[in-house]
């Protein structure tokens, strides 16, 4: 039973692991690169433009919220650019263990009180909440690839596995 157990654990596939050398981390990829690029834009171009007509207080939040947004968009493409050189060979997946503590992907709540947020411009209101949407699955992904979360569940699965098995050991032919 213990071997069947070993085997077992041989045999488990790291969902983390399919997940970040896929198609879909691709897109995650170039949809984080393009929302960091989108930011850039607007923050330099019709933001800067957007703030100056805003009153004092707005002015304020708009300042704040757009120093959050872009200290978070960094972190996830800091995040992004380190999986993909991990993808591509340039890292070793310890190496990248070694250097993910210098990207902080603590969940990063708005800047701003909602009641403010919602008087702010429209384009800073949709790069953030997509910024926290991109933080959310990135998060996920961190958490399977590099997680100990998952640790707990297989022996859990595992167990239940040998249960299932010997059940049906038992059971007349």
Do not use: C
């Not at 077992?8 to 879909?24: M, P």
């Not at 690029?37 to 800067?48: K, V």
């Not at 263990?97 to 709540?109: G, M, S, T, Y």
Request: no cysteine; hydrophobic share 40%.
């Amino acid at each position: 039973m213990l071997r069947t157990t070993h085997t077992a654990q041989l045999n488990t596939v790291s969902f983390g692991d399919r997940i970040a050398n896929s198609e879909a981390f691709k897109l995650l990829f170039r949809e984080g690169m393009l929302l960091v690029e989108d930011a850039a834009s607007y923050l330099d171009g019709p933001g800067r433009r957007d703030s100056r007509l805003l009153p004092r207080d707005q002015a304020i939040a708009y300042a704040s919220e757009s120093m959050r947004l872009t200290t978070r968009l960094m972190q996830l493409a800091s995040w992004l650019l380190l999986q993909r050189a991990v993808n591509e060979g340039d890292l070793s997946p310890s190496q990248a263990q070694n250097d993910k503590h210098k990207v902080n992907l603590a969940r990063q709540e708005l800047a701003t009180a909602p009641e403010v947020f919602a008087r702010l411009p429209e384009r800073l209101k949709e790069l953030a909440l997509q910024s926290q949407r991109l933080q959310d699955r990135i998060i996920h992904l961190d958490q399977l690839i590099y997680g100990e979360e998952q640790a707990p569940t297989a022996p859990a699965i595992l167990g239940q596995i040998e249960t299932l098995r010997a059940a049906f050991d038992r059971a007349p032919a």
